[in-house]
Nanobody, 123 residues
Framework: QVQLVESGGGLVQAGGSLRLSCAAS????????LGWFRQAPGKEREFVAR????????NSANSVKGRFTISRDNAKNTVYLQMNNLKPEDTGVYYC????????????????WGQGTQVTVSS
C-alpha cells in the first residue's frame, strides 16, 4: 500500500509554469507505475501523463504534449509534473495516482490516489 501527497499547485498567469510534486508518505513509489490526472469543475477526471516504474516509458495526453513533462526520482520517492506554457483550460485539481501495472489512461487502472492540488491559470 502507498499513500500519496501532492504539492506545488497555485495560481499562475497564462504562459507561466508550475511544477507539481507527489511524494509517498507511506510505502515505496518504485514499486508502482505512476500517473497524473486532473479534474475541472463539472467535468470528469481526465488523464494527463503516466510514467513507468523506472521512468523509461512516459506518455501524455494530446492536450498537454510539448508543454507538460512527467518524471520521477525513486531515490526521493517522488514523482513530478513540470507544466510550462500554462493555459486557462489547464485549470483544475491535479491528482497523482499509483498503479501496479503500467499503461492505464483511465482512473480505474490506478489503485491509490492522492488528495489533489489546485492549479488555477488566469487569462
Amino acid at each position: 500500500q502507498v499513500q500519496l501527497v501532492e504539492s506545488g499547485g497555485g495560481l499562475v498567469q497564462a504562459g507561466g509554469s508550475l511544477r507539481l510534486s507527489c511524494a509517498a508518505s507511506k510505502g515505496t513509489l518504485s514499486n508502482y507505475a505512476l500517473g497524473w490526472f486532473r479534474q475541472a469543475p463539472g467535468k470528469e477526471r481526465e488523464f494527463v501523463a503516466r510514467i513507468s516504474w523506472n521512468g523509461g516509458s512516459t506518455n501524455s495526453a494530446n492536450s498537454v504534449k510539448g508543454r507538460f513533462t512527467i518524471s520521477r526520482d525513486n531515490a526521493k520517492n517522488t514523482v513530478y509534473l513540470q507544466m510550462n506554457n500554462l493555459k486557462p483550460e489547464d485549470t483544475g485539481v491535479y491528482y497523482c495516482a499509483a498503479a501496479r501495472y503500467y499503461g492505464a489512461v483511465v482512473t480505474t487502472g490506478y489503485d491509490y490516489w492522492g488528495q489533489g492540488t489546485q492549479v488555477t491559470v488566469s487569462s
